[in-house]
């Protein structure tokens, strides 16, 4: 009986320890590999562009548990309004 308990809070003890850590995004603006150029604007139509901005991301996660990132949107904002 002894035996089972103690494996039930070892086994608690471990899964928790695994669950330690969290998911960091970090970007970062770099230049295109095409252009070598931070940023290109294209003229889509009349009064009409289109803003290419490279950004290099990477999702670190430190825990010992797999994590899946379903969805990942970027928005733009100039001046605190969204573009």
């Given at each position: ?36 150029k931070p940023m290109c604007k294209l003229k ?40």
């Amino acid at each position: 009986m002894t035996g089972t308990v103690m494996f039930v809070i070892q086994s608690t003890m471990k899964y928790l320890f695994k669950r330690r850590g969290n998911l960091y995004i970090y970007f970062k603006h770099v230049p295109s590999i095409i252009t070598s150029k931070p940023m290109c604007k294209l003229k889509e139509a009349e009064n009409l562009y289109r803003i290419q901005v490279p950004l290099w991301i990477e999702i670190h996660n430190t825990k010992e548990i797999k994590q899946i990132v379903r969805d990942f949107n970027i928005e733009g904002y100039y001046k605190n309004k969204k573009v």
